[in-house]
């Protein structure tokens, strides 16, 4: 059985459509990703499955309750993290677990939940004071205060320094090392290319893509792209005829190339045969984050190719 | 049978605002009340609104004339029978017209509603169990300073004692459903405050606090009999017919009650 099974949801706000025939399913102890641009319906798509809304058509089963019937049943069982909540003020870290504690079957241990998620200090701290990583631990922790089976985190790290940002992915780390099924929301690649096992790519309210992030990666070109100075003339004839290649531009002395996956090693071998240097030699991998762009700029603009300025890799 | 099942099936699905809202056990409402009355007391206007009241009646119970000269204008009362009751009303007016409306706008604003809505607590419930508390505290309020007014210095207890806390009760239940309608719709804390401030203001006006009623022209005394706290007030004071103030008092509570419960909204 799927812990979670969306199948053709479709979601319309007046004239807007939000979400448009979303089909996904989520396997036990995987943390699956939602990605997508902002105001792609990644957030319209979690709050139906989290009953916060129903969809005007489509299904969704959540451990096999459908949220808006089975709401009460589903709460106890699954964890929300909501990228537009709060907490009162002037409530301290320790009642706000407390509170909701007060209302589930099977609680986890406050205290043990505070250390795991470096909140002991903060116990007593009111909510307001907390910084906004910590103010994401508690929510996280709230979230799991229950003892979930299936968790959903909507935006976890936005607004997080890239300190706070690396401790909460440790954290959902440590959530899955539990069994516990992740959804997890985001518009980081960076995040999802490090916790995701699976990944829907979502794009003004379509799935455009549903596959691991490496796999998506590949999908969309999956291209590797190269850049040196050759140190004796090279025609470009005899580059174009490798098979890998797919483009070659010039820019001053340099020589960019881009092609599939076993580009880096057909050029290096040729020029080794031809015995030339490659000076200045700048590889790059495309990540997901070029396969974002593509996939999603498909639509938007003429240009797909996977060309975005990234260092590195 | 299947007529009906397909007409409901084509029905907008929308889930009702206050349905499963009020499902909870002793030990979850116990919860909510405590975490109410902490961040309630964490308030520093809560000290105010329960303080304010007291010192009124402590300045009013000092000044010699107020407390002994009987005034042929009051009905041969003291100026301080007269004002015991209507510092006493301060306790719920303010309670239900300010505090309950900033209060549920509060939990609005902070985006905690939302919260509570996608765990187990029952987000009715919790405004219930906030409402548990300021009316708690309204009537330890009110209960404080006539115990202070009539036991330590001496104000006149009213006549029919069964009438009065009958419309007292009435008429508390009557500004907190005004104030319901108010925590139902007010988007922050300012919007609360801004309509709810008016009307705890034109009720304390009717209740005496600034001018006495029986020294008000007669047309206004008439008109005061409208408002939820100068029907309480001529009730205590047993003038006027009293099946007249309590049905005034009646029909602000439901039509405050139903009003506030079309129109509320969680975020």
Same mark, same amino acid.
């Given at each position: 059985?799927?812990?979670?099974?969306?199948?053709?949801?479709?979601k319309?706000?007046?004239?807007?459509?939000?979400?448009?025939?979303?089909?996904f399913?989520?396997?036990?102890?995987e943390?699956f990703?939602?990605?997508?641009?902002?105001?792609?319906?990644?957030?319209t798509?979690?709050?139906?499955?989290?009953?916060?809304?129903t969809g005007?058509?489509?299904?969704?089963?959540?451990l096999?309750?459908?949220?808006?019937?089975?709401?009460?049943?589903l709460r106890?069982v699954?964890g929300?993290q909501?990228?537009?909540?709060?907490?009162?003020?002037?409530?301290?870290?320790?009642e706000?677990?407390?509170?909701?504690a007060?209302?589930?079957?099977?609680?986890?241990?406050?205290?043990?939940?505070?250390?795991?998620?470096?909140l002991?200090?903060?116990?007593?701290?009111?909510y307001?004071k907390?910084s906004?990583?910590?103010?994401?631990?508690l929510?996280i922790?709230?979230a799991?205060?229950?003892?979930?089976?299936?968790?959903?985190?909507?935006?976890?790290?936005?607004?997080?320094?890239?300190?706070?940002r690396?401790?909460?992915w440790?954290?959902?780390?440590?959530?899955?090392?539990?069994?516990?099924?992740?959804l997890?929301?985001?518009?980081?690649?960076?995040e999802?290319?490090?916790?995701?096992?699976?990944?829907a790519?979502?794009d003004?309210?379509?799935?455009?893509?549903l596959d691991?992030?490496?796999?998506?990666?590949q999908r969309?070109?999956?291209?590797q792209?190269?850049?040196?100075?050759?140190?004796?003339?090279?025609?470009?004839?005899?580059?174009?005829?490798?098979?890998?290649?797919?483009?070659?531009?010039?820019h001053?002395?340099?020589i960019?190339?881009?092609?599939?996956?076993?580009?880096?090693?057909q050029?290096?071998?040729?020029l080794a045969?031809?015995?030339?240097?490659?000076?200045?030699?700048?590889i790059e991998?495309?990540?997901?984050?070029?396969?974002?762009?593509a996939?999603?700029a498909?639509?938007q603009?003429?240009?797909n190719s996977?060309?975005?300025?990234?260092?590195g890799? | 049978m299947?007529?009906?099942?397909?007409?409901?099936?084509? /029905?907008p699905?929308?889930? +009702?605002? =206050? $349905?499963?809202?009020?499902?909870?056990?002793?030990k *979850?409402?116990?919860a909510? !009340? &405590?975490?109410?009355?902490?961040?309630?007391?964490?308030?520093?206007?809560t000290a105010?609104?329960?303080?304010?009241?007291?010192?009124?009646?402590?300045?009013?119970a000092n000044?010699?004339?107020?407390?002994?000269?009987p005034?042929?204008?009051?009905?041969?009362?003291?100026?301080?029978?007269?004002?015991?009751?209507?510092?006493?009303?301060?306790?719920?007016?303010?309670?239900?017209?300010?505090?309950?409306?900033?209060?549920?706008a509060?939990?609005?604003e902070s985006?905690?509603?939302?919260?509570f809505?996608?765990?187990?607590?029952?987000p /009715?419930?919790?405004?219930? +169990?906030? =409402? $548990?508390v300021?009316?708690?505290?309204?009537?330890? *309020?009110?209960?404080?300073v !006539? &115990?202070v007014?009539?036991?330590?210095?001496?104000?006149?207890?009213?006549?029919?004692?069964g009438?009065?806390?009958a419309?007292f009760?009435l008429?508390?239940?009557a500004?907190f459903?005004l104030?319901?309608i108010?925590?139902?719709?007010?988007?922050?804390?300012?919007?609360?405050n801004?309509?709810?401030a008016?009307?705890?203001?034109?009720?304390?006006?009717?209740?005496?606090?600034?001018?006495?009623?029986?020294?008000?022209?007669?047309?206004?005394?008439k008109?005061?009999?409208?408002?939820?706290?100068?029907?309480?007030?001529?009730?205590? /004071?047993?003038?006027?017919?009293?099946?007249?103030?309590?049905?005034?008092?009646?029909?602000?509570?439901?039509?405050?009650?139903?009003? &506030?419960v079309?129109?509320?909204?969680?975020?």
């Amino acid at each position: 059985m799927h812990v979670i099974e969306v199948s053709g949801l479709h979601k319309q706000y007046g004239a807007v459509t939000a979400v448009q025939e979303v089909s996904f399913s989520v396997e036990q102890g995987e943390i699956f990703g939602i990605l997508g641009p902002n105001g792609a319906g990644k957030t319209t798509t979690v709050e139906c499955i989290s009953g916060l809304r129903t969809g005007d058509r489509g299904a969704v089963r959540v451990l096999g309750l459908d949220p808006t019937v089975d709401g009460e049943q589903l709460r106890q069982v699954v964890g929300v993290q909501l990228q537009e909540a709060g907490l009162p003020d002037r409530l301290k870290v320790r009642e706000a677990l407390e509170v909701f504690a007060a209302f589930y079957r099977k609680t986890a241990d406050i205290d043990a939940l505070l250390d795991r998620l470096g909140l002991t200090e903060k116990a007593d701290t009111a909510y307001k004071k907390l910084s906004g990583g910590q103010k994401q631990r508690l929510a996280i922790a709230i979230a799991l205060i229950g003892e979930p089976q299936v968790v959903i985190l909507d935006e976890l790290t936005t607004g997080l320094d890239p300190h706070a940002r690396r401790e909460v992915w440790e954290l959902v780390e440590q959530i899955r090392a539990d069994s516990v099924t992740v959804l997890l929301v985001t518009h980081f690649m960076e995040e999802a290319e490090r916790l995701c096992d699976r990944v829907a790519l979502i794009d003004r309210g379509r799935v455009v893509a549903l596959d691991t992030p490496a796999g998506i990666t590949q999908r969309a070109g999956g291209g590797q792209r190269m850049r040196f100075k050759p140190s004796a003339p090279i025609a470009d004839e005899d580059l174009r005829a490798l098979p890998s290649v797919t483009s070659l531009s010039h820019h001053g002395a340099q020589i960019e190339i881009e092609g599939g996956q076993d580009l880096i090693q057909q050029v290096t071998s040729l020029l080794a045969h031809r015995q030339i240097i490659a000076g200045e030699l700048r590889i790059e991998q495309s990540t997901l984050d070029d396969a974002f762009l593509a996939l999603t700029a498909d639509a938007q603009a003429p240009d797909n190719s996977p060309t975005n300025q990234r260092n590195g890799a | 049978m299947t007529t009906t099942m397909s007409a409901r099936d084509d /029905a907008p699905r929308r889930s +009702a605002p =206050l $349905a499963p809202a009020f499902r909870m056990t002793p030990k *979850g409402f116990r919860a909510l !009340v &405590a975490m109410h009355a902490r961040l309630l007391f964490r308030e520093p206007g809560t000290a105010v609104v329960v303080l304010l009241p007291l010192a009124l009646l402590l300045i009013f119970a000092n000044v010699h004339s107020a407390r002994y000269t009987p005034q042929k204008a009051l009905g041969g009362r003291t100026v301080l029978d007269v004002y015991v009751p209507t510092f006493a009303a301060l306790m719920p007016l303010m309670l239900a017209l300010t505090v309950l409306p900033g209060r549920m706008a509060m939990l609005r604003e902070s985006k905690a509603l939302r919260r509570f809505r996608v765990s187990p607590v029952p987000p /009715a419930g919790m405004l219930v +169990a906030l =409402l $548990a508390v300021i009316v708690s505290l309204a009537a330890a *309020g009110v209960v404080l300073v !006539v &115990a202070v007014g009539v036991g330590v210095y001496g104000a006149a207890m009213p006549s029919g004692l069964g009438t009065v806390i009958a419309a007292f009760v009435l008429g508390s239940a009557a500004v907190f459903a005004l104030g319901l309608i108010v925590a139902a719709v007010a988007p922050g804390q300012g919007t609360a405050n801004g309509l709810g401030a008016p009307m705890m203001i034109l009720n304390f006006f009717f209740s005496g606090l600034y001018f006495p009623v029986a020294e008000m022209p007669h047309w206004l005394q008439k008109t005061g009999e409208f408002v939820p706290f100068g029907a309480v007030m001529d009730a205590w /004071a047993g003038q006027g017919a009293l099946w007249q103030h309590l049905t005034v008092l009646g029909c602000y509570t439901l039509l405050g009650g139903v009003a &506030a419960v079309k129109l509320f909204r969680w975020e």
